[in-house]
């Protein structure tokens, strides 16, 4: 009988770790997650410190079973999901889950993460277990207490106020109403022609451009200049002045360009 119980999330990764870590181990899938808040009203209860009400997956409590049976026959329980914050949940809720079916009594049980599926960093991994991070773990309920409230509350509203089979999100309906408003000012946006004036000139050699910011005093804003008449007029106005231009004033800025972003292998 193995004294070492691995726990990972997917079955085929257990095949492979099964075969790099040896006899003194048993490794064991979860199949993603175990736990999820009760279908119903009051899985999270925000009049008791966003209390969150779990239930056993139905379709991996046979998973859950062999764990548990594992577990009690193991002196040592690693918990290796994913390295990230769905992984640190499950194993958080297997932990639960064991403690529950009074598996854990004079068990060692610790977190495991490893990055590569290769059998150093696998073997580096449980030979440096830590402890659950909670931090972690409250970041994925926080995530899965707005899911709900958000789209177990809207969504069947969706259902009687426009058709069934919408879905209402934490994310995707602030970003469904981002779009519309933008749409919204699309739609409600009016063009305008507008002209500006350039000059193409240079000074001992060098070429510059300048763009009439003022003309008779007054200031230009971007649609002063609201049509090619008024423009050839001032054309015809600065073309016939007697003296050239003069620069009255230069002023030095500094500028910060950030860099293109690095390519990702999405895009």
Do not use: C
Not at 92 to 107: D, F, Q, V
Not at 174 to 200: C, G, M, N, T
Not at 248 to 258: I, L, S
């Amino acid at each position: 009988m193995a004294t070492n119980l691995l726990i990972v999330e997917s079955p085929a990764k257990a095949k492979t770790l099964k075969k790099y870590l040896g006899k003194d181990f048993e490794v064991l899938a979860s199949y993603g997650h175990v736990r999820d808040l009760i279908p119903k009203n009051g899985a999270v209860d925000v009049d008791n410190g966003f209390a969150m009400n779990y239930e056993t997956i139905a379709r991996n409590s046979k998973h859950v079973d062999a764990i548990a049976k594992a577990a009690a026959a193991a002196d040592n329980i690693f918990l290796a999901p994913d390295p990230d914050r769905e992984g640190e949940a499950i194993a958080w809720h297997i932990s639960e889950l064991l403690k529950s079916k009074r598996a854990l009594k004079n068990k060692n049980m610790q977190r495991v993460v490893f990055y590569e599926i290769t059998q150093s960093a696998v073997q580096e991994a449980v030979a440096k277990p830590r402890e659950i991070s909670m931090p972690l773990v409250n970041a994925q309920q926080a995530r899965r207490a707005l899911d709900y409230l958000v789209g177990f509350n809207l969504s069947p509203l969706l259902w009687r106020k426009i058709r069934p089979g919408l879905s209402a999100g934490r994310v995707q309906s602030p970003a469904l109403r981002l779009i519309v408003e933008r749409e919204l000012e699309i739609e409600k946006f009016k063009s305008q022609e507008y002209w500006s004036v350039h000059l193409d000139s240079q000074k001992n050699s060098i070429p510059f451009k300048a763009k009439l910011f003022h003309y008779q005093g007054n200031k230009l804003e971007q649609l002063s200049i609201a049509s090619q008449k008024e423009y050839d007029a001032i054309y015809a106005k600065l073309n016939d002045a007697k003296l050239p231009p003069k620069v009255v004033r230069v002023d030095k800025k500094g500028k910060q360009r950030n860099p293109a972003a690095p390519f990702t292998t999405s895009t």
